[in-house]
T-cell receptor, first 117, second 111 residues
Framework: DAGVIQSPRHEVTEMGQEVTLRCKPI?????LFWYRQTMMRGLELLIY????????DSGMPEDRFSAKMPNASFSTLKIQPSEPRDSAVYFC???????????????FGPGTRLTVL | LAKTTQPISMDSYEGQEVNITCSHN???????ITWYQQFPSQGPRFIIQ???TKVTNEVASLFIPADRKSSTLSLPRVSLSDTAVYYC????????????FGTGTRLLVSP
């Protein structure tokens, strides 16, 4: 298996532009997570899906952020309009939902490094 | 704001045992404690997961006291390649339950 695939790996954009980050989870995994990592705030959970349904989006910073999972093999995280403070590394992770615990071993993608000028 | 705190950094030498503790006072009652390792420019990688007492796998041990308000990752006989940042991940009870990563511990292993 290729693991979790994220694209693009790097994105540089100007303030006000729309940014779309993409993620392909590991086949057979039914939980998908979006995280943001910065020096100041560390690793933060933005949103996660179980069986393509958003379960907890309380970490989404504001209305400029939105995430979708139209099917089991694809998810997007969109920022519109982007701001310099959105500059960070965004990770997607997937896991297999088992039993009552949603939080089994998560497999992380390589991340997308976003720079908003 | 629920916090999951760890020491910022630790230094060790090859062959020594390293213990990294994570404090999570408001941990939710029903979920696991998980530890991850992260190298520069990579995503975190799973190390070990447990619910209570002690768990051991081929790379680490995880010690969890009865009150589950902390956990300790133990790395036996570290090598240079164990130099990385280590994170705990727990579900916190903040009024609603939420996954929270620890602040991270940067481990430097020297020859």
């Amino acid at each position: 298996d290729a693991g979790v695939i994220q694209s693009p790996r790097h994105e540089v954009t100007e303030m006000g532009q729309e940014v779309t980050l993409r993620c392909k989870p590991i086949s057979g995994h039914n939980s998908l997570f979006w995280y943001r990592q910065t020096m100041m705030r560390g690793l933060e959970l933005l949103i996660y899906f179980n069986n393509n349904v958003p379960i907890d989006d309380s970490g989404m910073p504001e209305d400029r952020f939105s995430a979708k999972m139209p099917n089991a093999s694809f998810s997007t995280l969109k920022i519109q309009p982007s701001e310099p403070r959105d500059s960070a590394v965004y990770f997607c992770a997937s896991s297999e939902l088992k039993g009552k615990s949603s939080y089994n071993e998560q497999f992380f993608g390589p991340g997308t490094r976003l720079t908003v000028l | 704001l629920a916090k999951t705190t760890q020491p910022i950094s630790m230094d060790s030498y090859e062959g020594q045992e390293v213990n990294i503790t994570c404090s999570h006072n408001n941990i939710a009652t029903n979920d696991y404690i998980t530890w991850y390792q992260q190298f520069p420019s990579q995503g975190p990688r799973f190390i070990i997961q447990g619910y209570k007492t002690k768990v051991t796998n081929e790379v680490a041990s995880l010690f969890i006291p009865a009150d589950r308000k902390s956990s300790t990752l133990s790395l036996p006989r570290v090598s240079l390649s164990d130099t990385a940042v280590y994170y705990c991940l727990v579900e916190m009870n903040t009024g609603f339950q939420k996954l929270v990563f620890g602040t991270g511990t940067r481990l430097l292993v020297s020859p």
